[in-house]
């Protein structure tokens, strides 16, 4: 089921308490002025992709926020065998099921990489308890992929046998938010916070959920269950505890 459709923007309201219409005909004169629903979260408005520049006086602020990174296991080796078309339909299949479960959470689609694809929770809708909702919406993009999976096995027998599921790694931490780049601006988040949570996604097993300690402590016992173990994950000197949701 697709998330319910905010009537305003709920990021400027919680931000500015500024009552941006998204949908229906009160939305029309917003549009005129390119006011129109995020391409990153529906449920947001391009003024939210703006404000830092327009409002804020900044290019970069520090958020608290959840960084999600998802990746769809065992791509790589299908395009090898794969006609383009069904590898196009794998693609689609698997962004269209992360987002929805990603805004369904009032998260924010951030990238798409390749086969992966990155959130950031907590911001600009404000959550208290993001690090809960990250996790909650990783659950739903496996939940949601591996549905999708038995319909394209059942429609495509050349993916019979083959490895395909999604690994996913989360961390909760300070970020800085805003645009990147001067020749290619990048609106985005970077930090510690990313790279841990990119980490974590690479060191998880297919139809794994990885997230840090901060994480466990955040959404607490009864929703991340596995215990802790320490990995040594790429590019980061110290044994990172991770535990599995």
Same mark, same amino acid.
């Given at each position: 089921?697709?998330?319910?459709?905010?009537?305003?923007?709920?990021?400027?309201?919680?931000?500015?308490?500024?009552?941006?219409?998204?949908h229906?005909?009160?939305?029309?004169?917003?549009?005129?002025?390119?006011?129109?629903?995020?391409?990153?979260?529906?449920?947001?408005?391009?003024?939210?992709?703006?404000?830092?520049?327009?409002?804020?006086?900044?290019?970069?602020?520090?958020?608290?926020?959840?960084?999600?990174?998802?990746?769809?296991?065992?791509?790589?080796?299908?395009?090898?065998?794969?006609?383009?078309?069904a590898?196009?339909?794998?693609?689609?299949?698997?962004?269209?099921?992360?987002?929805?479960?990603?805004? !369904?959470?009032?998260? /924010?689609?951030?990238?798409?990489?390749? $086969? &992966?694809?990155? #959130?950031? *929770? +907590?911001?600009?809708?404000?959550?208290?308890?993001?690090?809960?909702?990250a996790?909650?919406?990783?659950?739903?993009?496996?939940?949601?992929?591996?549905?999708?999976?038995?319909?394209?096995?059942?429609?495509?027998?050349?993916? !019979?046998?083959?490895? /395909?599921?999604?690994?996913?790694?989360? $961390? &909760?931490?300070? #970020?800085? *938010? +805003?645009?990147?780049?001067?020749?290619?601006?990048?609106?985005?988040?970077?930090?510690?916070?990313?790279?841990?949570?990119?980490?974590?996604?690479?060191?998880?097993?297919?139809?794994?959920?990885?997230?840090?300690?901060?994480?466990?402590?955040?959404?607490?016992?009864d929703?991340?269950?596995?215990?802790g173990?320490?990995?040594?994950?790429?590019?980061?000197?110290?044994?990172?505890?991770?535990?599995?949701?």
């Open positions: 089921m697709a998330p319910a459709q905010a009537l305003i923007c709920k990021g400027c309201w919680q931000q500015m308490r500024i009552p941006v219409p998204l229906g005909p009160a939305s029309l004169p917003f549009r005129i002025f390119g006011i129109r629903p995020s391409r990153m979260n529906p449920n947001t408005c391009t003024v939210c992709e703006l404000m830092f520049t327009r409002i804020m006086k900044a290019r970069k602020i520090p958020v608290d926020v959840s960084i999600l990174f998802a990746d769809l296991r065992g791509y790589t080796a299908l395009s090898q065998t794969l006609p383009p078309d590898l196009s339909s794998l693609l689609d299949a698997f962004y269209d099921e992360c987002a929805e479960a990603i805004w !369904e959470y009032d998260g /924010l689609l951030n990238k798409t990489i390749g $086969d &992966s694809v990155m #959130a950031i *929770f +907590g911001f600009p809708i404000q959550q208290p308890n993001h690090a809960e909702q996790v909650r919406a990783a659950r739903e993009i496996q939940r949601r992929c591996e549905a999708r999976r038995r319909t394209l096995l059942a429609e495509n027998r050349g993916l !019979e046998g083959r490895e /395909l599921g999604v690994g996913i790694g989360i $961390d &909760s931490g300070t #970020a800085s *938010f +805003g645009e990147f780049g001067r020749a290619h601006r990048d609106l985005t988040a970077i930090g510690p916070v990313v790279n841990t949570a990119a980490r974590a996604q690479a060191a998880a097993e297919t139809d794994e959920i990885l997230v840090t300690r901060a994480v466990y402590e955040r959404a607490g016992r929703l991340v269950r596995g215990e173990r320490d990995y040594q994950l790429k590019g980061i000197e110290a044994p990172v505890q991770l535990y599995a949701a």
